[in-house]
């Protein structure tokens, strides 16, 4: 595909600089694509591929993006697009693993993908003896889960849990977002990030339709964190309609 090919909406959509942007297009109209031409613009502008972040929600999505990023730019070797990426694999590989400790963790955690036996076992023994097991279990799990989308986690079932993990070194998926906040929020671990990462010119959001508000919030931490007096961070969200 060449930059011609794109619809004059495309071209205006890549050829944006300095500004954050939104763009919504239906399912099968060539985001992708697009993506890859507006990277290289910023690239040919002086942007440095270490300086963009792009998220996709799915392993799939993001390496189809890193693929093609990379193919476009097979003849530069130099470049490495290190940031292209799912958003809880960026999460996990520059805000908990390098700065577990801040969190409050004794060693890397370990990724876990259900709800601790243990755990729960505990809970419905100190919170559910009127229930039938299951029920209790199904409908912590979806207080839970449903809490965890929030910008900030409110119940006391989602603390405990959290306590949890953290004292056995273990974290879910869906803690991800909020541990990442976490790091990018507090006054000690913000400034060791922003070094660890260095500078960000662009976040650029695939299927930024399925945002919720703790991932949202995760990428206007991202803009403060990481915008200066000389440069803002610009946010970019590009998703189907809804």
Request: with cysteine; proline share 2%.
């Amino acid at each position: 595909m060449k930059f011609t090919d794109l619809t004059d909406e495309q071209q205006h959509f890549v050829k944006t600089r300095n500004e954050h942007v939104v763009a919504l297009a239906s399912a099968g109209a060539g985001k992708t694509g697009a993506i890859v031409f507006f990277i290289n613009d910023k690239i040919q502008g002086g942007v440095k591929p270490s300086e963009i972040i792009s998220f996709s929600f799915t392993r799939k999505a993001a390496n189809e993006l890193k693929e093609r990023v990379n193919n476009f730019f097979k003849n530069n070797k130099k470049y490495d697009f290190k940031y292209i990426s799912t958003i809880h694999s960026f999460c996990w590989n520059t805000l908990i693993k390098p700065f577990y400790k801040d969190i409050g963790y004794t060693t890397i955690p370990t990724i876990v993908h259900d709800f601790p036996e243990d755990f729960m076992n505990t809970e419905y023994k100190n919170y559910g003896k009127k229930q039938e097991k299951g029920s209790f279990n199904k409908s912590f799990i979806n207080k839970v889960s449903k809490d965890l989308q929030s910008e900030s986690f409110q119940s006391e079932e989602t603390v405990r849990l959290l306590q949890f993990l953290i004292k056995y070194n273990l974290v879910m998926f869906d803690y991800m977002i909020h541990l990442a906040n976490f790091v990018l929020e507090d006054e000690e671990s913000q400034p060791k990030a922003i070094a660890s990462i260095g500078s960000i010119k662009y976040v650029i959001t695939d299927e930024a339709q399925d945002l919720n508000q703790a991932q949202f919030k995760f990428t206007k931490l991202l803009h403060s964190a990481f915008s200066t007096e000389q440069c803002e961070t610009m946010l970019v969200k590009v998703g189907d309609f809804k």
